[in-house]
């Protein structure tokens, strides 16, 4: 198994992961009538979005994806440019109703990698779990002291559980600091 490319969230001019959520209404491609294939290893649900927050509200601003049928419709206007993986939707600005809690993270600590599924919170140096309601930002917390507190633990006990486990765990965007 290989780590996973995971969303990206630009907020307050920096680039973050999102690496937890906790609500409904995030970006999938099949809400497009798009049915994605993994584009690799580190893609298995077969798209990637990267989403933004301007005025205190979220837009998805792009997605890149794979369709086996190569079915690409246009999104809010927008039609897919292709790329070497598939489709690219590029500069949707697209509004997203998303309601519940993000987490980002930054700023990445290579020695904590963990070669399968997403990163947890332990292993970056900054995290952050913002709140929405109807796609409008309600809070955003600071988490980075936390998940210093906790650094390494994930990587520590990952090699101590059944391979299932294992990667039920590694494929978690649930919101334990881990």
Same mark, same amino acid.
């Given at each position: 198994?290989? %780590?996973?490319?995971?969303?990206?969230? $630009? /907020?307050? &001019?920096?680039?973050?992961?999102?690496?937890?959520?906790?609500?409904?209404?995030?970006?999938? %491609?099949?809400?497009?009538?798009?049915?994605?294939?993994?584009? &690799?290893?580190?893609?298995?649900?077969?798209?990637?979005?990267? /989403?933004?927050?301007?005025?205190?509200? $979220?837009?998805?601003?792009?997605?890149?994806?794979?369709?086996?049928?190569?079915?690409?419709?246009?999104?809010?206007?927008?039609?897919?440019?292709?790329? =070497? #993986?598939? %489709?690219?939707?590029?500069? #949707?600005?697209?509004?997203? =109703?998303?309601?519940?809690?993000?987490? #980002?993270?930054?700023?990445?600590?290579?020695?904590?990698?963990?070669?399968?599924?997403?990163?947890?919170?332990?292993?970056?140096?900054?995290?952050?779990?913002?709140?929405?309601?109807?796609?409008?930002?309600?809070?955003?917390? =600071?988490?980075?002291? +936390? %998940?210093?507190?906790?650094?390494?633990?994930?990587?520590?006990?990952?090699?101590?559980? +059944?391979?299932?486990?294992?990667?039920?765990?590694?494929?978690?965007?649930?919101? =334990?600091?881990?």
């Amino acid at each position: 198994m290989t %780590a996973q490319v995971p969303d990206s969230v $630009l /907020y307050r &001019d920096e680039q973050y992961d999102l690496i937890g959520r906790r609500g409904g209404g995030l970006v999938t %491609a099949e809400q497009f009538g798009i049915e994605p294939e993994p584009v &690799d290893t580190s893609c298995w649900r077969g798209f990637v979005c990267i /989403y933004r927050i301007r005025e205190n509200k $979220l837009f998805l601003q792009q997605m890149e994806v794979r369709s086996g049928k190569q079915d690409y419709p246009t999104i809010a206007g927008v039609p897919a440019s292709p790329d =070497d #993986l598939g %489709a690219v939707y590029e500069s #949707l600005q697209l509004p997203v =109703d998303f309601t519940g809690k993000i987490r #980002l993270a930054r700023d990445f600590i290579r020695q904590y990698y963990v070669h399968m599924g997403f990163q947890k919170a332990s292993a970056y140096r900054e995290v952050l779990d913002l709140t929405f309601s109807g796609g409008v930002l309600q809070c955003a917390c =600071d988490r980075s002291e +936390e %998940a210093e507190s906790i650094r390494g633990q994930f990587r520590a006990a990952y090699g101590d559980k +059944e391979l299932m486990e294992r990667i039920a765990d590694a494929f978690s965007l649930d919101m =334990d600091l881990k």
